[in-house]
């Protein structure tokens, strides 16, 4: 069974940084992309930062320079740096990772239950 679990996420003051963290285990062939999404009250679930199994990464304008995506491919783990953070960063971040359980099975999404990000003002 596959789990992917979130860590780094607590309080911090506008402006500071904040380092998350998302390792997946279990009997894993192969991730493809891994990317994390946040989801703020009474909003939708939107992604915010991208990175493919080469290294490729993408971003929510909104974040570009502020954030970077990072993976160690050896963990299975994934990461966000997130600086300069804003009172509206404040969301729960999942991690989202596509991946194969075996040579001959398709692609998936799995997702982790989240790590809340709070930015005061």
């Known amino acids: 069974q596959v789990q992917l679990v979130e860590s780094g996420g607590g309080l911090v003051q506008a402006g500071g940084s904040l380092r998350l963290s998302c390792a997946a285990s279990g009997r894993i062939f192969s991730i493809n992309a891994m990317a994390w999404y946040r989801q703020a009250p009474g909003e939708q679930r939107e992604v915010v930062a991208a990175i493919s199994s080469g290294g490729a990464t993408n971003y929510v304008d909104s974040v570009k320079g502020r954030f970077t995506i990072s993976r160690d491919n050896a963990l299975n783990t994934v990461f966000l740096q997130m600086n300069s953070l804003k009172p509206e960063n404040t969301a729960v971040y999942y991690c989202?990772?596509?991946?194969?359980?075996?040579?001959?099975?398709?692609?998936?999404?799995?997702w982790g239950k989240g790590t809340l990000v709070t930015v005061s003002s």
């Open positions: 989202n990772a596509n991946l194969r359980l075996r040579g001959w099975s398709p692609d998936m999404d799995y």
